[in-house]
């Protein structure tokens, strides 16, 4: 074929394919001919998909077969038909869950899982190279899985037990050695290992394994082995019987309880000081022949020569720097086996500060700070240790100080502490009244005071309460007296005022007294009622009174009290009233002043009066003949008359109507008063007074004859004179 025909077909059967629309509806996947068969059953899993295409051509599809997340098949066919994956005489290997994916042109679909169970395992075989075997002689077991497929796990077991002691030569084959003499039944069995749960076979076939015993014994011998005490030498031997004929060498080891003593290959010799650590001791001879062990022992008892030393203190309670004296000392002691040896004791460690006073005695001085000692008993080359002592020097109490928490108030509950500064707790502390045991109190913290709570009934001081501090056997430390003063609290407080609350004035000097009862220093506080809230003044003072001043003016005028406070509480005193009168001199100006206002009154009253009575002499009847005033001739008489222009007065008769109607009858001679000033420049001035003349007018300027008498003139009618 040319290459161009070549081309054109592939081409072509490319442009077909890409033109080709693919859809995969469905892949099933399914088991044959059962989801559940016998072993030896021969089994296909059979993959089909319906695919829906638009081209004519075969498009190739590529399968794949799933045993859980594995791959265990790929298929590529351009075919429509099954695929079928065949599982030939199917094992319990083959169970499990299985899948199956188809790609068309790059679209893939994957069917539902599907689970094959294969049941009917092989029954395994056991076999074993021997039959009968000496001690420590190995067999070897071989466990065969006819027709078993997959991974497979063996077990062998020895009677009951799984032996673990062997060494794999296969998987199905392990050699070991048998432990113990007599018959060993083994048997088999394996595992096929699939996931998630394998499958255990049944159990193998029974063999029947014989172990016969060695002939070859180890020998233990001790002498002495009775009445034995520490001290004494033991002769040990540890030997191999019958080992001159057909002995496979071996290895011996002589031990007491976990010391190894000796080892060797057929003979073992110890001369061994016993000891009596444990009352009996145990002695082992053992002989290793590869993976057989002998093992021979005996028991020894073993008397003490002496006991274990016990170190003492000479007293129960030590303060630093205390003389004290350390025993050691074993209790119990065999005499008749010492054979005249003394016991030696000694102390560690041993210091400048402790000397040696006999056998087991030392003396020295206390530290001070915690210290430990032990102390060793020998005799007959036996060492024995005694427990440590430990020894906590106590530091001694120093003077206690006694004081009171706050205030100490007649009547009331106070606390009293007590506190020496050094001392090792516990400290007890003993509150004394008078030379009598008032409480007690033990503090077992370091620098911490006691406390004692006491009810004061009795005023001055608390001189008759001190403490005591003791932290042993030694005198306790006591303290000062108690130096404290008795407070009284505050029970009365009284107000008075100088001067009396009626004499109070404007300008006058106020005085508020404020007297109390309570133990000083006493604050003194002054209030008025306009404003409670603060204070006018605030005083302290040692006194049983003190005063408050101020210059009263009116607006003094409150309620006052005062606030008496000491230590123990405060008391408020009565209120009194202060109301500021007026002050003398507006007292006395008031009706000055009145009487001046009257006087000023009356005096005008008096000039009116006499203008007036002047005004009436001048209405004299007084023709313009009369005469006038004769004027001042000199100057000192002009100088006396009034600067004020001078004004005539004069009196017009004024002609009568001869007709009635017009004229009325008047009674009397009517009178005009005309008021004329005469200016000292020749102007008229309204606001001045002259002198007055009356004038007399008639009609012809005569004096006329009326029809009435002059007893029917009358001057009532007369106008008064306007100022």
Request: aromatic share 8%; glycine share 4%; charged share 20%.
């Given at each position: 074929m040319g290459l161009l025909p070549l081309i054109t077909?592939?081409?072509?059967?490319?442009?077909?394919?890409?033109?080709?629309?693919?859809?995969?509806?469905k892949v099933d996947l399914s088991i044959e001919p059962s989801a559940d068969v016998e072993r030896n059953t021969d089994v296909a899993l059979r993959c089909k998909a319906e695919v829906l295409t638009s081209g004519t051509e075969a498009l190739n599809r590529v399968y794949t077969v799933y045993k859980g997340d594995s791959v265990i098949y790929n298929k590529t066919t351009s075919s429509s038909e099954d695929l079928l994956y065949r599982l030939p005489q199917a094992r319990v290997?083959?169970?499990?869950?299985?899948?199956?994916?188809?790609?068309?042109?790059?679209?893939?679909?994957?069917?539902?899982?599907?689970?094959?169970?294969?049941?009917?395992?092989?029954?395994?075989?056991?076999?074993?190279?021997?039959a009968n075997i000496t001690e420590g002689e190995s067999v070897t077991a071989t466990c065969l899985a006819q027709g078993e497929t997959g991974s497979l796990l063996f077990s062998f077991h020895d009677n009951s037990k799984e032996v673990e002691n062997g060494v794999w030569v296969t998987s199905s084959r392990l050699t070991f050695v048998p432990k113990g003499v007599g018959n060993h039944n083994i048997h088999c069995s394996y595992l096929v290992l699939n996931m998630p749960y394998p499958s255990k076979s049944q159990q193998s076939n029974t063999v029947t394994l014989t172990v016969e015993e060695l002939?070859?014994?180890?020998?233990?011998?001790?002498?002495?082995?009775?009445?034995?005490?520490?001290?004494?030498?033991?002769?040990?031997?540890?030997?191999?019987?019958?080992s001159t004929k057909g002995y496979q060498a071996g290895e011996l080891f002589l031990s007491q309880d976990t010391e190894l003593l000796e080892s060797g290959e057929t003979y073992i010799h110890v001369n061994w000081t016993a000891h009596?650590?444990?009352?009996v001791l145990t002695i082992r001879c053992q002989l290793d022949l590869g993976d057989v062990e002998k093992v021979v022992s005996k028991t020894v008892s073993v008397r003490e020569l002496f006991s274990v030393p016990t170190l003492r203190v000479s007293a129960v309670e030590v303060f630093q720097e205390d003389e004290i004296s350390l025993t050691c000392r074993s209790e119990k002691l065999s005499y008749d086996r010492l054979e005249g040896e003394s016991l030696i004791y000694s102390l560690e460690p041993f210091d400048y500060q402790m000397v040696r006073k006999g056998n087991g005695v030392f003396v020295g001085k206390a530290k001070t700070i915690d210290f430990n000692y032990t102390c060793t008993a020998a005799a007959k080359g036996i060492k024995k240790k005694s427990n440590v002592l430990t020894i906590h020097p106590k530091v001694p109490v120093s003077t206690p100080k006694i004081w009171v928490s706050g205030s100490a108030v007649l009547g009331k509950r106070v606390a009293i502490f007590c506190l020496s500064d050094t001392g090792t707790p516990p400290i007890t502390y003993t509150l004394w009244k008078a030379s009598k045991q008032n409480q007690i109190a033990v503090v077992h913290e370091f620098n911490k005071a006691a406390n004692f709570t006491v009810v004061i009934n009795e005023t001055g001081r608390l001189n008759h309460y001190l403490c005591t501090a003791s932290n042993g056997d030694r005198t306790p430390g006591l303290s000062d007296k108690l130096q404290t003063a008795v407070i009284e609290p505050m029970t009365t407080a009284s107000l008075m005022v100088v001067p009396d609350v009626g004499d109070i004035s404007e300008g006058h000097s106020v005085i508020l007294i404020c007297s109390f009862l309570g133990t000083p220093p006493v604050t003194v506080k002054w209030f008025r009622d306009s404003d409670d809230l603060n204070p006018l003044d605030t005083t302290t003072t040692n006194s049983n009174n003190t005063?408050?001043?101020?210059?009263?003016?009116?607006?003094?005028?409150?309620?006052?009290?005062?606030?008496?406070?000491?230590?123990?509480?405060s008391v408020k005193s009565n209120k009194i009233n202060v109301v500021v009168g007026m002050a003398m001199w507006k007292k006395l100006l008031i009706p000055g002043t009145i009487i001046l206002v009257v006087f000023s009154l009356v005096m005008v009253g008096f000039i009116l009066f006499t203008r007036s009575r002047r005004v009436r002499v001048d209405r004299t009847p007084e023709s313009v003949w009369s005469s006038r005033k004769p004027e001042a001739e000199t100057d000192d008489d002009l100088s006396t008359l009034s600067n004020e222009p001078e004004v005539e007065y004069t009196e017009v008769v004024h002609p009568r109507s001869s007709d009635p109607a017009k004229n009325p009858l008047r009674k009397g001679t009517d009178t005009v008063y005309s008021e004329l000033q005469n200016s000292p420049h020749g102007a008229t001035d309204h606001h001045d007074y002259g002198s007055v003349k009356y004038v007399d007018l008639n009609g012809d300027q005569q004096p006329r004859i009326t029809q009435h008498s002059p007893k029917d003139i009358s001057y009532s009618d007369l106008p008064m004179p306007v100022d």
């Open positions: 077909s592939t081409l072509l059967f490319s442009w077909t394919t890409l033109n080709a629309a693919v859809k995969i509806t290997s083959n169970n499990g869950k299985y899948k199956c994916a188809i790609t068309i042109m790059g679209k893939a679909k994957t069917s539902e899982a599907a689970t094959l169970t294969v049941t009917g395992m092989s029954t395994p075989v056991l076999r074993i190279n021997k002939s070859i014994e180890p020998v233990l011998k001790i002498s002495p082995q009775d009445n034995v005490y520490e001290g004494d030498t033991l002769n040990i031997t540890c030997s191999v019987s019958n009596a650590r444990t009352p005063n408050y001043e101020f210059i009263a003016n009116k607006e003094h005028t409150d309620s006052y009290y005062c606030r008496a406070e000491n230590r123990a509480n």
